[in-house]
């Protein structure tokens, strides 16, 4: 079992914005402002989104946002593209001596 | 170009050793904190531990399913990381990928990892 929780699955169409959750606790997610989330797509490299639950990386669009409430972080993408098609993942800095701690992944399904 | 290729990967039973290595090329690696990273198949990722960079005394550390049993270590001169992983378990079966901390124009961020390698699958199994 993943130290953060994310749904399995997400899906949208075309076009829509859709929020993926990640829940941690207050030794995690409450505790620190370093939430990234990656891109995955099968065979590639994970991809950097979000740093610092708010930020983009250079080059990545700004179709991408990350915000925070409390033990909860969320991945917004909006207009929804084929090519977002792929499984996300969270991550957070830890109190404890895992230092990083990894959602489970949600695949988000494009319509 | 940023480059990380990991190789040293494949079968190998319980309680064996496999080291892997990363070869690391397009940034300076010397000023760079790397961390190996894991992902279990029908899982997640799994962050495995790290090494910093030899200003900051090159100091390990690793997630609790693999302290004592996993060492990660860096060889500057040759742009190398490694992880030798010994005592390997079933569980340790997973896509294991190697990684560098990830720093903008004014900071660094610790659980943030901007460039990532392919991968080097690791199979424990009888």
């Known amino acids: 079992q993943s130290a953060l929780t994310q749904p399995a699955s997400v899906s949208g169409s075309l076009g829509q914005s859709i929020t993926i959750s990640c829940t941690g606790t207050t030794s995690d997610v409450g505790a620190y402002n370093y939430v990234s989330w990656y891109q995955l797509h099968p065979g590639k490299a994970p991809k950097l989104i979000i740093y610092a639950v708010t930020n983009r990386p250079s080059g990545v669009s700004n179709r991408f946002s990350g915000s925070k409430s409390g033990n909860t972080a969320s991945l917004t993408i909006s207009g929804l593209q084929a090519e977002d098609e792929a499984d996300y993942y969270c991550n957070s800095y830890a109190r404890g001596s895992t230092l990083v701690v990894f959602g489970g992944g949600t695949k988000l399904t494009v319509l | 170009e940023v480059q990380l290729v990991e190789s040293g990967g494949g079968l190998v039973k319980p309680g064996g050793s496999l080291r892997l290595s990363c070869a690391v090329s397009g940034f300076t690696f010397n000023n760079a904190w790397m961390i190996w990273a894991r992902h279990i198949p029908g899982k997640g990722l799994e962050w495995v531990g790290r090494?910093?960079?030899?200003?900051?005394?090159?100091?390990?550390d690793y997630a609790a399913p693999v302290n004592g049993r996993f060492i990660i270590s860096r060889d500057d001169s040759e742009n190398m990381v490694y992880l030798q992983m010994n005592n390997l378990k079933t569980e340790d079966t997973a896509l294991y990928y190697c990684?560098?901390?990830?720093?903008?124009?004014?900071?660094?961020?610790?659980?943030?990892?901007?460039?990532w390698g392919q991968g080097t699958m690791v199979t424990v199994s009888s």
């Open positions: 990684a560098r901390r990830y720093c903008n124009e004014t900071n660094c961020y610790d659980d943030a990892f901007g460039d």
């Open positions: 090494i910093k960079r030899k200003t900051d005394t090159r100091t390990t």
